[in-house]
Antibody
Framework: EVQLVETGGGLIQPGGSLRVSCVAS????????MSWVRQAPGKGLEWVSL???????YYADSVKGRFTISRDNSKNTLYLQMNSMRVEDTAVYYC??????????????????WGKGTTVTVSS | DIQMTQSPSSLSASAGDRVTITCRAG??????LNWYQQKPGKAPNLLIY???NLQSGVPSRFSGSGSGTDFTLTINSLHPEDFATYYC?????????FGQGTKLEIK
């Protein structure tokens, strides 16, 4: 069964650091594009970061320089390292697999597998 | 960044109704447009990818259309389980952006 399970959320003080993890089963993380998407309480969805299968990484401006996406191929696990955390980083963090559909001449990407999310609360 | 604007923000309808949700992109995104459904306390679920392709396992009462800047999600004959929040998302370029959501409520 294709599945993503996030762990590592919790309560952290402003300025602190936290790493959330996402273990994948049923597919290979390193062969796919993988994203982190977050949702603040009562708010909409916000894309946070993306890692390509070739290892290239991309970030939302709101987290650039503070967050780092990475993966451990031996553990089939995706990570999000969050540093210099702010109150506005409080959210449920979802790990997401992207798949693609080809219609010449382009690939079209979409988020087809989501984890249940892990809750991160930044508060003093 | 490409801004995505959904309308309406909320919508009341009855079971059996046909509803349409609109998503407008700030600039042309070809068909790099996906639709998701989210129920309270749950992760989003993919409905439509590349503007009009129905994800496997999604009921055929859901359909999508559009290209360029204007897109629609249509739900024919609403079922009770369709009352949820719907989001569009562009995958044309990073940063990926979502619409603000449309909350579909029971009338």
């Amino acid at each position: 069964e294709v599945q993503l399970v996030e762990t590592g959320g919790g309560l952290i003080q402003p300025g602190g650091s936290l790493r959330v993890s996402c273990v994948a089963s049923g597919f290979i993380v390193s062969s796919n594009y993988m994203s982190w998407v977050r949702q603040a309480p009562g708010k909409g969805l916000e894309w946070v970061s993306l890692i390509y299968s070739d290892g290239s990484t991309y970030y939302a401006d709101s987290v650039k320089g503070r967050f780092t996406i990475s993966r451990d191929n031996s553990k089939n696990t995706l990570y999000l390292q969050m540093n210099s955390m702010r109150v506005e980083d409080t959210a449920v963090y979802y790990c997401v697999r992207e798949s693609r559909w080809f219609r010449a001449p382009s690939y079209y990407y979409y988020m087809d597998v989501w984890g249940k999310g892990t809750t991160v609360t930044v508060s003093s | 960044d490409i801004q995505m604007t959904q309308s309406p923000s909320s919508l009341s309808a009855s079971a059996g109704d046909r509803v349409t949700i609109t998503c407008r992109a700030g600039r042309s995104i070809n068909i790099y447009l996906n639709w998701y459904q989210q129920k309270p306390g749950k992760a989003p679920n993919l409905l439509i990818y590349a503007a009009s392709n129905l994800q496997s396992g999604v009921p055929s009462r859901f359909s999508g259309s559009g290209s360029g800047t204007d897109f629609t999600l249509t739900i024919n004959s609403l079922h009770p389980e369709d009352f949820a929040t719907y989001y569009c998302q562009q995958s044309y370029s990073t940063p990926y952006t979502f619409g603000q959501g449309t909350k579909l409520e029971i009338k």
